[in-house]
C-alpha cells in the first residue's frame, strides 16, 4: 500500500526560530492534508492542500503541494511555545483510507 | 464547525472485561474510523465504515469489533480487554471519498487496561 515518509521525526527549536518538516509518498496523492496534535488531544486539521504546486498559508503556518505530487512540506515561522506537539502529514489511501505521516514530534525551547 | 465527540476522555478496565468506546458526531459525514495511537507507532486504522451497518477491516482489527446503527454514531468495541490494548483511541469522521477526503477527529479515549 500507499506509504508516508515523515521528517524529522523529532526537533528541538528555539523560540522564534522558524521551522520545515516534509513528507514524501510512494505513489503519486491528490491531497495533502496536515495535522497538528496537541499532547492529550486529538489531532486538528490545520492546512489542505488540493491542487499541484499549490501553496496555502494560516497564520504562521505555510504548506505547499510538490509539483509532482509525491511530496509536501510544511513550514512554521516564528515558533512561539504553543507550537508544541506532533505534526502529522496525510493524504488519500486506498479504500476511502486517510495515509498518515509516523509524525513530527516538536519541542520549542524558551 | 465539525464536531465529533467521544465519550470518555479516560477509561480504566480490568483485563477480560468487555469494552464499549462510542463516537458521534454531528456533520451527516459518510465515513467514520477508529484508530488507536501507540508512541513510536503512529496512528494506526482499526476499523472504518462508509455507511450504517457497514464496517470495513483496518490495518489492526484483531481483538475489536464495530457497529454502525446510526450515521451519527460509531461504536469500537473490544470483546475481552487485554493489557495489550492500553492505548489512546481517536475516533474520526469524513465525507464520502471524493476530492476533499479530510478527516475530523474526537479528542481521544486513553484506555488503560489492568
Known amino acids: 500500500g500507499q506509504q508516508l515518509n515523515q521528517s524529522p521525526q523529532s526537533m528541538f527549536i528555539q523560540e522564534g526560530e522558524d521551522v520545515s518538516m516534509n513528507c514524501t509518498s510512494s505513489s503519486i496523492f491528490n491531497t495533502w492534508l496536515w495535522y497538528k496534535q496537541d499532547p492529550g488531544e486529538g489531532p486538528v486539521l490545520l492546512i489542505a492542500l488540493y491542487k499541484a504546486g499549490e501553496l496555502t498559508s494560516n497564520g504562521r503556518l505555510t504548506a505547499q503541494f510538490g509539483i509532482t505530487r509525491k511530496d509536501s512540506f510544511l513550514n512554521i515561522s516564528a515558533s512561539i511555545p504553543s507550537d508544541v506537539g506532533i505534526y502529522f502529514c496525510?493524504?488519500?489511501?486506498?479504500?476511502?483510507?486517510?495515509?498518515f505521516g509516523s509524525g513530527t514530534q516538536l519541542t520549542v525551547l524558551p | 464547525d465539525v464536531k465529533v465527540t467521544q465519550s470518555s476522555r479516560y477509561l480504566v478496565k480490568r483485563t477480560g472485561e468487555k469494552v464499549f468506546l462510542e463516537c458521534v458526531q454531528d456533520?451527516?459525514?459518510?465515513?467514520m474510523f477508529w484508530y488507536r495511537q501507540d508512541p513510536g507507532l503512529g496512528l494506526r486504522l482499526i476499523y472504518f465504515s462508509y455507511d450504517v451497518k457497514m464496517k470495513e477491516k483496518g490495518d489492526i482489527p484483531e481483538g475489536y469489533s464495530v457497529s454502525r446503527e446510526k450515521k451519527e454514531r460509531f461504536s469500537l468495541i473490544l470483546e475481552s480487554a487485554s493489557t495489550n490494548q492500553t492505548s489512546m483511541y481517536l475516533c474520526?469522521?469524513?465525507?464520502?471519498?471524493?476530492?476533499?477526503?479530510?478527516?475530523?477527529f474526537g479528542q481521544g479515549t486513553r484506555l488503560t487496561v489492568v
Open positions: 496525510a493524504g488519500p489511501g486506498s479504500a476511502r483510507q486517510l495515509t
Open positions: 474520526a469522521s469524513s465525507l464520502m471519498w471524493g476530492r476533499h477526503t479530510e478527516a475530523f
Open positions: 456533520m451527516d459525514h459518510e465515513n
